[in-house]
């Protein structure tokens, strides 16, 4: 899955895809550095960030989609979103997937829309809000905590009407998580694999990597590589990444270490 960030204060690139033709041109490069997926994004959800009005969201994403889909309606777009007004228009444009860092629990119609519309959705772990997520941060039992959460926002979009086989779990990484947190949901994604979903992650770029390596976001590359092959080697199944072409050649030889046991 290749980010494309469509807002002037997201904390990686920010700013430098804020024009349709600069999108478009971004979108093209990640398919062909063998993105299956291109997640576009109208508000960032960086730690301490504000929401942006439902018309600016709108105005970001839904030209780029329309677009996407008129150039090839076969492109899997996802939508970072978590209001179902922004999905409902999402979904009329073409959108393939909802990805909801609310885990559908920031807006009550959000549910009911995707379930009506049959669209696959990301169920984010989340603590918190953006604007606060990364203060006060506790859990009882990290993984415990958040395989709770997912349980009971799960069975809010099974209730909902959501088809089970259109659910895929995200832990989190970053969001509401400390730099201890976040390398050890890595270490143990493989205690969620019993939830029976698919699993995302989305490492790419973030401070626990610029942290460990006192690195600026944009020279995180190798850090994120790192911890793409780990989230893979310990049961992810879709990774959510700024840098495609070089992922997607560390991906490829780690499938070729696992096929090969």
Do not use: W
């Not at 076969?74 to 959108?95: F, M, N, P, Q």
């Amino acid at each position: 899955m290749g980010v494309l960030n469509v807002t002037p204060d997201s904390f990686s690139d920010g700013g430098k895809f804020n024009r349709l033709d600069l999108a478009l041109k971004h979108i093209d490069s990640m398919l062909e550095n063998g993105a299956d997926i291109i997640d576009i994004g109208g508000e960032s959800t960086k730690p301490g960030s504000d929401p942006v009005s439902i018309d600016e969201e709108l105005n970001r994403v839904i030209p780029i989609i329309n677009e996407v889909k008129k150039t090839n309606n076969d492109i899997l777009i996802s939508v970072d979103t978590y209001k179902s007004v922004v999905a409902k228009e999402a979904i009329k444009a073409g959108v393939d997937i909802i990805n909801d860092i609310s885990g559908l629990a920031f807006d009550e119609d959000m549910a009911p829309l995707l379930a009506k519309n049959d669209i696959p959705v990301i169920i984010m772990h989340i603590q918190g809000k953006p604007k606060t997520m990364q203060q006060n941060i506790f859990y009882n039992d990290l993984i415990n905590d958040i395989k709770k959460y997912f349980k009971k926002r799960c069975d809010h979009a099974i209730k909902s009407g959501i088809k089970k086989s259109n659910i895929i779990l995200d832990p989190g990484i970053g969001f509401g998580k400390t730099f201890n947190h976040n390398y050890k949901l890595l270490n143990s994604l493989e205690i969620f694999k019993d939830m029976a979903y698919p699993l995302l992650i989305g490492p790419s770029r973030k401070a626990f990597i610029g942290d460990a390596l006192n690195l600026p976001p944009d020279e995180r590359v190798e850090g994120t590589i790192a911890t793409v092959v780990a989230g893979i080697l310990n049961g992810a199944n879709i990774v959510r990444v700024h840098d495609v072409k070089e992922n997607k050649r560390a991906i490829t030889v780690t499938e070729n270490i696992l096929a090969a046991k």
